[in-house]
């Protein structure tokens, strides 16, 4: 037997000064089930709710409905109070009679009164079909991952080990590092990139809690929340780990030479490298794209003079599967590719290098040692130009938004390349300059005045060679005039992008992702680094363009919603979730496909029908994974699968009972 | 007799110049019931016409419920939900839209005037987009006059 009692709210004269509350409580005496009706000032203070429960216990009442304010303002304070009196929290329904009704309708009494006396029947039609559900707890691994190595993972990592949880960070490269490793200095205080970020790389190598896993990446993530099952692909490495001493002979030795990733293309590497001294760990791998016993089946010079005996050419990928309690995702950015601007001369043109091929230039480790020259003929340049926002900021060619880094570093190549070359000039075409940060106006304004760098703001319509200078055409807006200027290196601060594989990754782990493919937040402004999978965090420019302050105070952000998550041994879980009807269900599997969580799955029913043994399918739901958001309601055909607390039979009786 | 003739003799003599419409609005909890309630935050105006029924996702609207509430005598069904790409589910909405689209032809089909249901996107932060939604659709509707094509209570009710 459904015994409803109806509590209608005042909130002082908020809703009372439209709404004729005492009315809506009369009317709502004859709904069907209602056993209790009354309305009071203030519901949700103490006395209001002392009342509630009070007329539970006198009137034996089953269902409470309370007309107030939104749910999404007071739910869990009457789910609570009714909890105490004895009642599933989920046998409460609100009707929103102040946000919906009375605060949007002050000049229409009689219409919001009447309004609110249907809302009202439709929550107790809805509340009478209310049904009780449980929380449930799932256990959580104390473990975490974070995937990529840069200053982002790392700096999670070490928050949460610090914490005492144990974390393994995966890194694709062979060593930790990321894309803060191959600048030179940081803005706006210009000290060392490396200076700051070795120690951090050293620390997180020596952390008892932190598992460095490099040259390996994500192959599969299954599971949920507090028990994420992932697959990580160790890549063959060709070195026995803890053989190698890294003392580096094998790399002296080496005959063959290719392209170095880390500097960009400006210096060699070996077939066996590590890519950069500083690496961690300090241990070489081989390329086997580039090996010649890799591809002719002869040389093994590094195997011969390993004084270990470490090189094992023999190596296979190793697959290992654990299981985390949470993922922090941090795989960084990439640089977008301007070989499509023509104007740039489409990445041909060897005196044109992009912001990061620069400060490898500069780098006092980078190929020529920290000496300023140009690479086509390793003369010193005199005149440099360096061109803003290519391909930020440009709808047509290039990304939409603004990569939030590039003038800062601009201003810093400038401040730099006048720091080593005293004579030179340096030109920046800029769009706007965008320098939100502390200290950061001030840091334009050095480069400006201290150190005499000429901004012009306009575009470069045109970069061209002649003889050996190259020549900059572009056009001063603020002059309106044209401009040309006889350069000897041009530097493009090209737009920071999202890694090319982002979106796969994405889809192994589940995580939404936007246009540009970078991820994207639970919500921008109160959830900015969870995402709408629970258990999964986000830190670093893999979210959106970022500087290096920003990232370390997201990434420790992030360690912060992963230790609140490891720290306790299990979790409740919202029990709004979906279940299937077993006898109706045909296990057609539309459902698998329209869920975003990959929550459901096909399962083997085993039955006896007339004294045969019969297997068929059908589907069952993760109730870790579910987020219930009913997609899989409207899809199944039979339906045979539906959402606890928004049933269609609720939805109905809703609609019904307006319509009365 | 006919079921049209049988209408038009049992209708009542309604006042149509204070008639005002009954409005179903399926609001997704995260974005258009959010911006719903911020519209009220916002002391900004609507008509006292719509009904706002929550559920989680504007994707779990089931377009039976859709046909339900005409059946019941609703003059209007408004589906609305986050814009598309910020659904909180990450593809719900997406389902919405392809539903909506097949929901108005059929609605062209059965000779129902499509503008009786309609589909917008509404964050929660658009208080001001709401109330306009609001507005102009209840404009509409009352141009358009009662939904007495699919009503069958009404017509159960003038029958007795």
């Known amino acids: 037997m459904k015994r409803v009692g109806v509590f209608v709210c005042h909130c002082g004269t908020n809703i009372s000064g439209t709404v004729d509350c005492a009315q809506v409580a009369e009317a709502a005496k004859d709904f069907p089930n209602v056993e209790y009706s009354i309305d009071y000032k203030y519901m949700c203070s103490e006395p209001g709710q002392e009342m509630i429960k009070k007329a539970i216990e006198e009137h034996k009442l089953n269902r409470i409905v309370v007309a107030s304010c939104s749910p999404r303002m007071h739910e869990p304070t009457f789910q609570n109070c009714v909890e105490r009196a004895g009642l599933n929290p989920y046998y409460v329904e609100m009707a929103n009679i102040r946000e919906h009704c009375s605060w949007v309708h002050p000049n229409e009494k009689e219409g919001a009164t009447e309004k609110a006396i249907d809302l009202v029947r439709m929550a107790v039609a809805k509340a009478v079909r209310n049904q009780p559900l449980q929380k449930t707890t799932i256990p959580v691994t104390d473990r975490a991952l974070v995937i990529g190595g840069g200053i982002a993972g790392i700096q999670a990592a070490l928050d949460l080990a610090n914490a005492g949880h144990v974390v393994d960070i995966v890194e694709r490269e062979p060593s930790i590092g990321g894309k803060m490793a191959q600048i030179d200095k940081t803005f706006p205080t210009l000290d060392c990139s490396a200076c700051i970020l ?28 507090g028990n994420f099952d992932v697959t990580i692909r160790q890549k063959a490495r060709s070195i026995k780990m803890d053989v190698c001493t890294g003392c580096g002979i094998c790399m002296e030795k080496c005959p063959v030479k290719v392209d170095s990733e880390f500097e960009l293309g400006l210096a060699k590497r070996r077939a066996i490298y590590t890519p950069f001294p500083q690496a961690i760990p300090n241990k070489p791998v081989i390329d086997r794209e580039h090996c010649t016993y890799f591809l002719r089946g002869k040389c093994g010079i590094c195997s011969k003079l390993c004084p270990a005996g470490a090189v094992d050419y023999t190596q296979q990928d190793e697959l290992l599967t654990r299981r985390y309690g949470a993922i922090i995702v941090a795989t960084g950015f990439e640089l977008f590719d301007y070989s499509v601007y023509g104007e740039y001369g489409y990445g041909k043109y060897p005196d044109v290098i992009t912001g990061l091929q620069f400060e490898r230039l500069i780098n006092a480790s980078g190929p020529t040692m920290g000496k300023l020259q140009r690479p086509s003929d390793k003369k010193e340049p005199k005149n440099i130009v360096i061109i803003n926002c290519v391909g930020s900021r440009d709808e047509a060619k290039g990304k939409s938004y603004c990569s939030r880094t590039c003038c800062m570093y601009s201003a810093k190549h400038a401040s730099l390349i006048r720091d080593k070359i005293k004579d030179s000039n340096v030109y920046v075409f800029y769009m706007d300059m965008r320098t939100p940060g502390k200290g950061y106006e001030e840091f334009y304004d050095r480069s400006r005045e201290q150190y005499g760098t000429q901004y ?8 061209y060679p002649l003889n050996d200078k190259l020549i900059v055409r572009g056009e001063d807006t603020l002059l309106s005039q044209p401009v040309e200027v006889e350069a000897d290196l041009v530097i493009l601060a090209t737009a920071m992008v999202a890694q090319p594989d982002a979106d796969k990754l994405a889809q192994k782990i589940g995580i939404g992702y936007d246009k540009d493919n970078f991820y994207t937040e639970a919500h921008p402004k109160l959830a900015p680094v969870e995402t709408h999978t629970q258990g999964v965090y986000l830190a670093g420019a893999c979210q959106g363009p970022k500087d290096i302050p920003d990232s370390v105070a997201q990434a420790s952000a992030a360690a912060a919603k992963a230790c609140g998550l490891l720290s306790k041994p299990e979790i409740l879980t919202e029990p709004i979730v979906t279940e299937v009807d077993e006898k109706t269900c045909a296990g057609c599997g539309t459902c698998l496909l329209i869920c975003p ?21 059908v589907a069952t739901v993760n109730e870790g994974l579910c987020q219930g958001c009913g997609a899989c309601t409207v899809a199944c055909r039979s339906g045979s699968i539906y959402l606890k607390h928004y049933t269609d039979e609720q939805i109905l009786a809703e609609v019904n009972a307006l319509c009365l | 007799m006919s079921v049209n003739e049988a209408l038009d003799q049992k209708t009542p003599t309604e006042n149509l110049e204070n008639w005002q419409p009954k409005i179903l609005v399926f609001a997704c909890n995260w974005c258009t019931y959010a911006g719903a309630d911020l519209t009220g935050l916002s002391r900004l105006q609507y008509p006292a016409t719509v009904r706002i029924l929550r559920v989680p996702c504007s994707g779990r609207v089931n377009p039976q419920f859709v046909i339900k509430a005409f059946q019941k005598g609703v003059d209007a069904v408004l589906v609305c939900g986050c814009h598309p790409g910020d659904c909180h589910y990450t593809t719900g909405n997406y389902f919405t839209r392809r539903r909506f689209l097949l929901m108005r032809r059929l609605m062209e089909y059965i000779g129902m005037e499509p503008e009786r249901l309609q589909a917008s996107w509404v964050s929660a932060a658009e208080a001001q987009k709401f109330q306009q939604l609001i507005t102009e659709v209840t404009e509409q509707i009352r141009a358009l006059g009662p939904n007495r094509k699919l009503r069958d209570v009404q017509w159960e009710q003038w029958n007795n």
Do not use: C, Q, W
């Open chain 1, 198 to 225: 070795t120690p951090k790389m050293v620390d997180a190598a020596a952390h008892p809690n932190i598992n460095l896993l490099t040259y390996s990446e994500i192959e599969k993530v299954d599971g949920f929340v």
């Open chain 1, 456 to 463: 012009i703001r306009g575009r470069v319509s045109k970069i």
């Open chain 1, 597 to 617: 969580y990959k929550a459901i799955d096909l399962k083997t029913l085993t039955e006896r029908i007339a004294g045969e043994i019969v297997e068929r399918k």
